[in-house]
């Protein structure tokens, strides 16, 4: 029945067009019919010479020499920006679900300079007593008025409009709702130059006086930011921004808690909030000192490098074991040979005597050196118990008016010689110890690397006697100098003692002088005066302490 109708009204159209008659047409429901245009018809900057008639009350001029894609039901549509393109370039003077009843009529009439669209007691889709009567016109000249005669639209939404581009705002509303009467809207509603409407309302046409200022007007109160110029574009810029990045500026809404995510993900350290900060703090920590905590990567090698730099002996992996071990070997055998035995020795007091030109010197070989020297006359013997502690009693510091002059020891007694011979022997056993003591050692630990065991005591010796230089007392450099004596010569596995004598061009030998000094060397004998030569007394004397 459609299809009927359809072509009915079609055939219909060609002879309205022609006769320029008002032929009555029976529509169905949602239908239309194509109507040529004898003239070519402006609208939004476009130019038209076909248009399309809807039941549903819509004049379209979309799709020219196609057929229409939309019916325009069921209900009205909000027009803005986002209406749908279906809608675009159309003239909507009820734009509703209608229903065409028995008592419904149709009509077209124009010629070239105009064309009219007729809808007559057209019913509302729910109520078919709700009639309603409207037509529409057009002219070459832009002109379109739609002029209302009856309106009763109760229950579905309704759209009065004439719109271009709706994307671009090409639109002019005049009314959208659910339900539609006769107060809604005004009777007649006219646009183009020869109508009133440019007055009300210049964007009816491009044609307008006033168009352009309104068109603006119209873009920047949709959207402020639709151009520069645009009333409230700046506060519409700095929402937008804001919107988009709330660290564009301090004040944007968001901003603190932004910067504050923005710096823990530079760096989880910038506050303990952060997320990570636990772990990264970790981390710093045991980057600044891998002993930070025994979780730390590199722990066991910074603890292992820390011990090796307490205490060389730690392991023999230390890259300082073979010195630590050879300095222990000097230390240990100074401190065997300085062991305290039962005896408690008086350092004697420089005499105030002048140097004697006539004392002797009296040389001996390296084994017998211990019973070629005789003690000072002024030191005495008292055997106690090997567990008894040793009294050592300090030379008084020696006056200004002295240093010029050496001591001069008078001829041991009787019974201080015995006392020097027990002594003596004592000495020998301690000197059988400390080479048992070193052997022993060699053979334990450092016996098969001797070459490094010999740099290491190299070095010892060399930080030895840079503290024998440095001593600031003549007992500390008395001191310290039997620790130089005493690595002199250090070979592993041999009698250090005996190797500490200093050495002649031909033999081992010991000067002791009691009367005087005198030496086998000029040179020498130019820097043994003054204080040299109270210094040398001294070293005599302090061969026959045990310990100090």
Not at 233 to 245: D, E, G, K, R, V
Request: charged residues 10%; hydrophobic residues 30%; neutral net charge.
């Amino acid at each position: 029945m459609k299809k009927f109708l359809l072509a009915l009204l079609m055939s219909i159209s060609c002879v309205v067009g022609a006769q320029q008659i008002k032929t009555p047409v029976t529509f169905g429901d949602d239908t239309w019919v194509n109507v040529p245009l004898q003239f070519p018809f402006p609208l939004y900057g476009r130019v038209f010479t076909n248009s399309f008639m809807f039941s549903n009350g819509v004049v379209s001029f979309m799709n020219v020499g196609a057929q229409p894609t939309n019916s325009y039901c069921c209900e009205g549509v909000q027009v803005n920006n986002q209406t749908p393109i279906s809608f675009h370039y159309t003239i909507m003077p009820m734009q509703t679900d209608l229903y065409p009843g028995p008592q419904s009529r149709f009509y077209t009439q124009g010629d070239a300079t105009y064309q009219k669209y007729w809808w007559e007691n057209i019913s509302e889709y729910s109520s078919g007593n709700n009639l309603n009567t409207f037509q529409v016109e057009i002219k070459p000249t832009g002109y379109i008025g739609i002029k209302y005669d009856q309106v009763n639209i109760q229950n579905q939404l309704v759209t009065s409009a004439v719109i271009g581009d709706a994307s671009r705002g090409e639109y002019s509303l005049h009314y959208y709702g659910r339900g539609m009467t006769a107060s809604s809207v005004p009777s007649l509603i006219e646009y183009g130059s020869t109508g009133s409407i440019c007055t009300s309302n210049p964007l009816a046409d491009p044609a307008c006086p006033g168009y352009a200022e309104a068109y603006f007007n119209q873009q920047c109160s949709a959207n402020p930011l639709y151009a520069a110029t645009c009333p409230g574009y700046q506060q519409a810029y700095y929402t937008q921004q804001c919107s988009i990045n709330p660290l564009y500026d301090s004040g944007c809404p968001g901003y603190a808690g932004a910067y504050f995510s923005q710096q823990c993900t530079a760096n989880p350290l910038y506050d303990s909030l952060c997320p990570g900060y636990q772990q990264a703090y970790f981390n710093e920590q045991c980057t600044i000192n891998p002993l930070y905590n025994t979780g730390c990567s590199g722990y066991a090698v910074a603890y292992f490098n820390q011990q090796c730099q307490a205490n060389g002996l730690y392991s023999q992996q230390c890259p300082n074991y073979a010195t630590a071990y050879a300095k222990q070997q000097v230390l240990q055998q100074q401190n065997v040979l300085t062991t305290p035995t039962a005896t408690t020795i008086v350092s004697p007091l420089p005499t105030t005597n002048t140097v004697n030109n006539t004392g002797t010197v009296q040389l001996v070989a390296d084994t017998n050196v211990n019973n070629a020297i005789t003690p000072p006359a002024t030191t005495s013997a008292t055997s106690v118990s090997p567990a008894s502690p040793v009294s050592v009693v300090n030379a008084q510091p020696v006056s200004q008016n002295t240093v010029q002059q050496a001591a001069q020891p008078p001829a041991p007694t009787p019974t201080q010689a015995a006392a020097q011979q027990e002594q003596k022997q004592e000495q020998g056993k301690t000197e059988q110890k400390v080479a048992n003591t070193v052997e022993k050692k060699m053979d334990s630990g450092a016996k098969g690397d001797q070459q490094k065991m010999k740099d290491a005591v190299a070095k010892v010796q060399k930080e030895i006697a840079k503290e024998a230089q440095e001593a600031k007392t003549i007992e500390a450099q008395v001191a310290t100098q039997g620790l130089v004596v005493g690595s002199m010569n250090f070979v592993p596995g041999f009698d250090a003692y005996k190797n500490a004598l200093i050495p002649d061009t031909n033999a081992l030998l010991m000067a002791r002088q009691y009367q005087k000094p005198v030496v086998d060397n000029q040179r020498a004998q130019r820097r043994l005066s003054g204080a040299n030569e109270l210094r040398w007394q001294q070293m005599v004397d302090s061969q026959y302490q045990i310990g100090k």
